[in-house]
């Protein structure tokens, strides 16, 4: 069975860096993209940043310049180095596989976030 497995979250101070890694069971160029989403207290999972197989990314905007997703295919490993953290991205951050607009194929578990400000 296919599974990711986040790794590298944990608390930080505003202003600081996180890298995010997220390790697949298989290989990950089958999928159109792999992706990284974020779900904050009491709001809705969000799509943080994508790439795709050909290693497109894509951000959202309140991301874009402080994140960078990346991907090593022949480690079957995604990453998401985030710097210059502030409390708005306190999270419960989750890999994803194959990466739709209206679905994903395979979930990680998440891995906190905590920015101290």
């Known amino acids: 069975q296919f599974q990711l497995v986040e790794s590298g979250g944990g608390l930080v101070q505003a202003g600081g860096s996180l890298r995010l890694s997220c390790a697949a069971s298989?290989?990950?160029?089958?999928?159109?993209?792999m992706g990284w989403y974020r779900q904050a207290p009491g709001k809705q999972r969000e799509l943080v940043a994508k790439?795709?197989?050909?290693?497109?990314?894509d951000y959202a905007g309140s991301v874009k310049g402080r994140f960078t997703i990346s991907r090593d295919n022949a480690k079957n490993t995604v990453y998401l180095q985030m710097n210059r953290l502030d409390s708005e991205d306190t999270g419960v951050y989750y890999c994803?596989?194959?990466?739709?607009?209206?679905?994903?194929?395979?979930w990680g578990q998440g891995t906190q976030v905590t920015v101290s400000s």
């Open positions: 994803a596989a194959g990466v739709y607009d209206r679905f994903v194929n395979y």
């Open positions: 790439i795709t197989s050909g290693g497109n990314t």
């Open positions: 298989g290989s990950i160029l089958s999928f159109n993209a």
